[in-house]
């Protein structure tokens, strides 16, 4: 049987099904094609449950129904046979041929096998990580960094125009914290006795940039603490009033000279946080400045279109939107009384913009503990003449991390967090970016970080490129070129394992293709799991390089397909694959 390009299986058989129900049931609307692959190999590669489906509203018994759909399948190149079973089941057997050729489909499209040949004509925009500036990134940080980043790469290879954007908050309290933070650390350095706030950002981080001031500067921004004014903010008993009277006592004491304080903090923070990315592999399209919303003017107009449709009223000196009219558990204030506009108001301005901009489908990526902020940016999306449902998005939860058995405490504003950095040089960035797609981005991830740094069957990363590594060790022991197998005659494959691991790669489209679905990178890790389980397994009990030269050279063709799917499905991860290990 004549190569041909990978067809999306489950499309074609659906055409070859809807094409037989319309002669069985031409006045019966489409119920809804599913095909679902089998648990037991000797019920087929595809199963399809459409005749239970129809038979209520044909009145017929299931059985009967799949009967005259099966009798009715016009003719597949892909197909050797469908059959009915149990209820009413249709399970589908592919060719052994078209199997066989998988092999040489997978070598012919290289680093393409797996992407899809559809153009979707969709731009999608990926918010992800976009925490706010004010040290250095987590681990908590690096899971919604590694699923933002996974997901966009398997969004692209579906056939989406992605674009990936991290949204600065160079705007609002929690730089001020870090500006006062900052300065009062500046003052130490001056020799100034300083009662540092308990609830400021505490780590060493912000020590180093009063220092580096320090340097640059020696006391050219040296105020006293000591005045009537500091020691009243610090006599509040409500540490986060507190905390806000010290910030206007900065502004105050050093007026023009606090604004560089602020942007010397948020510069310092933003260009750690960029190349800590990129180390890790993680790169954007945009870094979408909070602060340009409300000097573009933005954020009041935005308000502006939502009071002129009645959705905003004034109760207590601050502006509220009626965010309980599109289903939020009560109403949100987006300016407050003192005239400044909430971190909502920016939200709203921020998602109208990137619909202005001409996204067709905007994911954000959020951390569980904003799930409550969901139903009020849709709310203001709707009430903004916005489809909603052009939204989504993604939660992450927190990654929990174990060493010797033990969690690892953490606590971001007292300075005793694991920094994604601190992580990424314990564990390598491959174990980080793999451990850390290996659940649903809304599970409980507990992260081992013993179990991350061995090289053990046990940990997934290691197992999967070590059969990479093995499949090169393979190809380096037979000598050849590898771009010669791309038309190897793979007929001697015929072993349950080689048909299992035929199948296997001829489902990998399909893997790429449900993750990018329900946005779920873990379906890609998962799959290279069980490829890379099956491989060892066939590995072990069979020898490759035999002496009959047609069925070494069919092996060999199959262990080179299976390491491009490997590298491949690494590669969307963002994983590295080794030719040793």
């Known amino acids: ?52 489906q129809l038979a209520k509203a044909l009145k017929r018994a299931p059985r009967d129904i799949a009967a005259q759909i099966v009798a009715g399948l016009p003719a597949s190149p892909c197909l050797e046979k469908a059959e009915v079973a149990g209820a009413g089941f249709i399970n589908f057997f592919l060719r052994r041929s078209f199997k066989q050729e998988t092999v040489n489909r997978v070598l012919r499209a290289g680093a393409a096998y797996g992407v899809a040949a559809l153009d979707r004509k969709k731009r999608v925009l990926v918010e992800f990580v976009s925490a706010n500036p004010t040290g250095p990134l987590h681990v908590g940080h690096g899971r919604g960094a590694a699923y933002g980043a996974s997901l966009s790469n398997i969004l692209k290879a579906a056939g989406f125009e992605v674009a990936r954007e991290y949204y600065v908050n160079d705007a609002g309290r929690q730089m001020d914290i870090l500006a006062l933070s900052t300065w009062l650390r500046y003052l130490e350095q001056c020799g100034k006795a300083v009662d540092f706030p308990g609830n400021a950002y505490q780590g060493d981080y912000v020590r180093k940039m009063a220092n580096a001031i320090h340097e640059q500067h020696g006391a050219m921004f040296a105020r006293d603490p000591a005045t009537a004014a500091f020691k009243k903010a610090l006599a509040e008993a409500d540490e986060e009033i507190r905390l806000d009277r010290l910030i206007q006592h900065a502004k105050e004491r050093l007026g023009g000279d606090y604004a560089y304080f602020h942007d010397f903090a948020l510069n310092e923070q933003l260009e750690d946080c960029r190349s800590d990315l990129a180390e890790f592999g993680v790169t954007f399209d945009h870094w979408f400045s909070e602060r340009s919303l409300h000097d573009s003017g933005l954020v009041e107009r935005a308000l502006s279109q939502l009071d002129e449709h009645g959705h905003l009223y004034e109760q207590d000196g601050a502006k509220w939107f009626r965010s309980t009219a599109f289903g939020d558990e009560k109403d949100r204030v987006v300016r407050r009384e003192n005239g400044q506009y909430t971190y909502f108001a920016s939200d709203i301005a921020y998602h109208l913009n990137k619909f202005e901009r001409g996204s067709d489908l905007v994911i954000d990526v959020w951390g569980a503990d904003h799930h409550g902020y969901v139903a009020r940016v849709k709310g203001a999306l709707a009430a903004l003449g916005l489809n909603p449902e052009q939204l989504t998005i993604a939660m992450v939860q927190f990654a929990v991390l174990y060493r010797n058995g033990q969690k690892v405490s953490m606590s971001t504003r ?34 081992d970080l013993d179990l991350a740094k061995s090289q ?59 993750a990018a679905r329900d946005l779920s990178p873990h379906l890609v890790a998962f799959f290279l799991r069980e490829l890379a389980a099956e491989f060892h397994s066939y590995y072990n009990s069979t020898r490759i390089l035999v002496e009959d030269e047609g069925t070494k050279r069919a092996r060999v063709a199959l262990a080179a397909a299976i390491r491009q799917v490997l590298r491949n499905g690494l590669a969307l991860l963002g994983v590295s694959a080794p030719g040793r290990m």
């Open 414 to 447: 007292a300075g005793e967090f694991v920094s994604l950095r601190e992580l990424r040089q314990e564990v390598g960035n491959d174990a980080a970016r793999f451990f850390y797609v290996l659940r649903r981005s809304d599970q409980h991830l507990d992260f």
């Open 456 to 514: 053990s069957n046990e940990n997934p990363v290691y197992y999967v490129q070590y059969a990479h590594a093995r499949v090169c060790s393979v190809l380096e022991q037979w000598g050849g070129e590898p771009a010669e197998l791309t038309e190897t005659a793979t007929v001697t494959l015929g072993l349950e394992q080689e048909l299992a691991l035929l199948t296997r790669l001829m489902d990998y489209p399909q893997a790429v293709e449900d």
């Open 1 to 52: 049987m004549p190569a041909s390009p990978v067809p999306d299986l489950r499309a074609h058989l659906a055409a070859l099904l809807s094409e037989a129900i319309r002669d069985a049931a031409p006045h019966v609307s489409d119920p809804g094609i599913l095909l679902e692959k089998p648990k037991q190999a000797q019920h087929g590669d595809y199963a399809c449950n459409v005749a239970l």
